[in-house]
């Protein structure tokens, strides 16, 4: 996820529109085929989407499944302080594509992240000081603000030196390979593992080391900058240090650059738009449990034990954490998804927990290195009313206790906690889920966020489950390369490969 100088959130808005449940069988409509979604992030909302973009001839009936209230999934606000914010996903980058296309299409209006997600300071915390601190200095003087930037930049070029081109290097060439996805659809294959999606871009190697190896060995970046910028970004974005995959690093540090933007009004507004706009049949409070092939078609059981029937099943959710059952049951690699407890402060943060005299002199964004006795990641200010009233955001990788946050904080009006079921673990080399689940017509979109978890490579590896469905159950794809067989359109000659 594209989003180191974070921004925080805003939980649940509720979406305009449900249909009803239905407790009976469903039976297959339009030219004769359902696709069931089961899923109402990104991912689900893009899957549908790319549906109806990618294809001409066919109008089967989509049906979208959403165990809450909402749809958005880890795309959401909480309101604090009478104010809504960005509660996951906050950040999207300039190069998000897809996400861009889709604000364009929905008529949203973008919008520059607030605070500290844009320029901010930046504190790094040791627990004991702050070894890194840039000036704080706000000023109504355009110039003065570029004086300020300027110089935050020449001290931290002092302390990490020609580093930091280095890794700018890595990150755009990294970002440049990821381009490759926008390719046009008569020369971008259809791909059948995250493996193959990943050699063709030439990523693949990426997932097979740390990122601390990569920066280590590959780019050779000085230790010190490893151990504090590096180690921070990715702590922020991912909750882990730097032993995640060279490509999870490099996605991660992509998001601390400029341009970041977000949607007015909330970046969930693209999923809930996708929806709305892709002719959907949507089930809301509808958590499915059980899918079953039942020869020629899956069966799909709800908890509330309504009952669907689709000839194609998307999962558009981690099922690491999932109790879906599989019948006959599928086969995915182990993972845990790394927790990330983001909490809400409206209130004051005590200057005398980080040993200083002033609220002002804390940097906007307080970040920490790796050491197991430091209780949170990340603290950030989301919005400052005034000198004695600000709403903040705080990442730990546990639950904050009351006892802390008093610690902390000097003045709390408000407080909301959120215990995100957050990303993957990453840990190199990556083991990928399949694609395609059953080799029948049961696809995963997730099996991609061992990739990276962003909104972007969600909405990347959804497009490719579009055409993947169009290509191998309605037997064609316009989108496929035409020397290339719509069953096969990931066929080896197609693929580029960086092994
Ligand atoms: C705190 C945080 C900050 C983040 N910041 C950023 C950022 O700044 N930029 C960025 O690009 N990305 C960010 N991300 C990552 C990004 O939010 C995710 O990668 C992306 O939203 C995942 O979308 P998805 O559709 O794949 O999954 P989800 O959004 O998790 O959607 C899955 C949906 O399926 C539903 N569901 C699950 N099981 C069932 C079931 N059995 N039946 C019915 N429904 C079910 C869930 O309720 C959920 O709505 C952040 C994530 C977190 C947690």
Redesign the pocket.
């Known amino acids: 996820?594209?989003?180191f100088p974070?921004?925080?959130?805003s939980l649940l808005a509720l979406f305009s529109f449900t249909f009803p449940h239905t407790s009976s069988s469903t039976a297959a409509g339009g030219d004769g085929a359902s696709v069931c979604i089961?899923?109402?992030?990104?991912?689900?909302?893009?899957v549908a989407h790319f549906l109806r973009r990618h294809s001409t001839n066919h109008h089967p009936k989509i049906l979208i499944?959403?165990?809450?209230a909402?749809?958005?999934?880890?795309?959401a606000s909480v309101t604090i302080g009478g104010d809504a914010f960005?509660?996951?996903?906050?950040?999207?980058?300039p190069k998000?594509y897809h996400?861009s296309n889709y604000t364009n299409f929905l008529n949203l209006t973008r919008k520059r992240p607030s605070s500290s997600e844009g320029s901010f300071s930046l504190g790094i915390w040791d627990g004991n000081g702050f070894v890194v601190k840039t000036l704080n200095l706000k000023s109504k003087w355009g110039i003065v603000n570029k004086i300020v930037s300027f110089f935050n930049g020449v001290s931290l070029f002092m302390r990490y030196g020609f580093s930091l081109v280095k890794m700018k290097g890595f990150v755009d060439e990294t970002v440049n390979k990821f381009l490759k996805y926008y390719e046009g659809v008569e020369t971008r294959p259809v791909f059948e593992s995250v493996e193959e999606m990943l050699k063709w871009a030439g990523l693949f190697n990426l997932t097979g080391k740390s990122l601390k190896e990569e920066l280590v060995d590959g780019v050779k970046l000085a230790p010190l900058l490893i151990k504090e910028l590096v180690t921070v970004i990715t702590r922020v974005?991912y909750g882990q240090g730097v032993n995640i995959s060279g490509l999870a690093g490099a996605v991660s540090l992509a998001?601390s650059g400029r341009g970041?933007w977000a949607v007015e009004g909330g970046?969930w507004q693209i999923?809930a738009g996708l929806i709305n706009s892709s002719d959907v049949e949507l089930y809301l409070h509808?958590?499915?449990?059980s899918i079953s092939y039942l020869g020629e078609y899956y069966e799909l059981n709800?908890?509330k034990g309504n009952a669907y029937s689709c000839e194609v099943a998307v999962v558009?959710?981690?099922l690491d954490e999932?109790?879906?059952q599989f019948s006959p049951p599928v086969s995915v690699p182990v993972r845990q998804l790394q927790h990330?407890h983001?909490t809400f402060v409206r209130g004051l943060v005590n200057p005398v927990y980080f040993g200083l005299k002033a609220v002002s002199e804390i940097p906007e964004l307080v970040a920490t290195i790796e050491d197991p006795r430091l209780p949170f990641t990340s603290i950030s200010i989301l919005k400052c009313y005034n000198e004695t009233d600000m709403t903040y955001k705080i990442?730990s990788r546990q639950a904050m206790t009351d006892a802390l946050l008093d610690s902390i904080f000097s003045v709390r009006k408000e407080t909301v906690q959120?215990n995100?079921?957050?990303?993957p673990h990453y840990k190199a080399p990556e083991k990928f889920a399949p694609f395609i689940l059953d080799g029948k017509h049961l696809y995963y979109?997730?099996a991609f966020?061992n990739v990276?978890?962003?909104?972007?490579?969600?909405a990347v590896?959804?497009e490719n489950i579009a055409r993947l469905i169009l290509s191998r159950f309605f037997g064609k794809d316009s989108s496929c390369p035409s020397a290339i067989k719509r069953t096969s359109c990931s066929s080896a000659e197609a693929l580029h490969s960086d092994t």
């Open positions: 996820m594209f989003l974070l921004k925080i959130f089961i899923g109402s992030g990104i991912g689900g909302a893009s499944f959403e165990r809450h909402i749809v958005g999934g880890r795309i960005e509660a996951g996903a906050s950040i999207l980058h998000n996400a974005n998001g970041v970046n999923a509808e958590e499915i449990d709800s908890t558009a959710t981690p999932s109790s879906i990330t983001a990442f959120i995100w079921g957050a990303y979109v997730n966020e990276a978890s962003t909104v972007e490579t969600s590896a959804a």
